[in-house]
């Protein structure tokens, strides 16, 4: 069973830096992608930045140039390093895996989220 733990939340005030941090654990045939979702009440979770297969990566409009995301092999962690925060980007923030079984079924794998607040 794959397991995602998500941590590096908490407040900051705008203009701050926050990095996230999501820890794999479990057996993975193949990864799909790897990224970072938020959300907040009322609207739909949105994508903030993906890695792909082949190492593409997709930011989502508002976080170009300020969010980067970035992966450890050996620690099998995934981070979102977020600076210049906008209280705009206050969410909570999710980690995402899409990935296949040796079958080729696609599977779908959510952490718990960790709450980012960005308020003076």
């Known amino acids: 069973q794959v397991q995602l733990v998500e941590s590096g939340g908490g407040l900051v005030q705008p203009g701050g830096s926050l990095r996230l941090s999501c820890v794999v654990s479990?057996?993975?045939?193949?990864?799909?992608?790897m990224g970072w979702y938020r959300q907040v009440p009322g609207k739909q979770r949105e994508l903030v930045a993906a890695?792909?297969?082949?190492?593409?990566?997709n930011y989502v409009e508002s976080v170009k140039g300020r969010f980067t995301i970035s992966r450890d092999n050996y620690k099998n962690t995934v981070y979102l390093q977020m600076n210049s925060l906008k209280p705009e980007d206050t969410a909570v923030y999710y980690c995402n895996f899409k990935v296949r079984t040796r079958f080729g079924s696609r599977l779908e794998y959510w952490g718990q989220g960790t709450q980012v607040t960005v308020s003076s």
């Open positions: 479990g057996s993975i045939f193949a990864i799909d992608s």
């Open positions: 890695i792909l297969s082949g190492d593409n990566i």
